[in-house]
């Protein structure tokens, strides 16, 4: 006689999700904490780190760095397990860069792109990188076309 063996099939369980819940969560908070270093001035040792980085890497820019950790963390939550990225999101970053890179030019006279006080108040060292190609590649002849 041959025996049949049943098999149980469970319910996904809760901590599948639980884990996309607290990266969802972290994000936001990761956010929150960006968004507050750039606005307060005193945050602490960690507050001060992070919004003085971002102030010297994007320079004015640094203000839109907190709407993609909430975009990516509202995300998370309401369920997308995979992100993908398009080709329209390429496209945003390089758009985002070479403005960084329009405003360093247009706040800077002359080649001092990397005067820290000049990156701080313009774009940035990205964006001051992204100037100093510009007018290093094309110089005079910039302003054609």
């Given at each position: ?107 800077t ?19 001051a ?17």
């Open positions: 006689m041959r025996q049949t063996r049943t098999v149980r099939r469970t319910k996904p369980s809760d901590s599948d999700h639980r884990w996309t819940d607290v990266a969802g969560v972290l994000l936001l908070a990761a956010a929150v904490i960006v968004l507050l270093s750039l606005l307060m001035p005193d945050t602490g040792v960690l507050g001060t780190l992070i919004g003085s980085s971002l102030r010297m890497l994007l320079g004015q820019g640094a203000w839109v760095a907190p709407v993609p950790l909430a975009i990516l963390g509202l995300a998370t939550l309401l369920g997308k397990r995979k992100l993908k990225v398009s080709m329209l999101t390429w496209g945003l970053v390089c758009l985002f860069i070479a403005t960084l890179g329009f405003v360093a030019m247009g706040l006279k002359g080649p001092d792109f990397f005067d820290p006080e000049v990156a701080e108040l313009a774009g940035g060292y990205v964006g990188s992204i100037a100093w190609a510009f007018r290093t590649l094309l110089g005079g002849a910039m302003g054609v076309g």
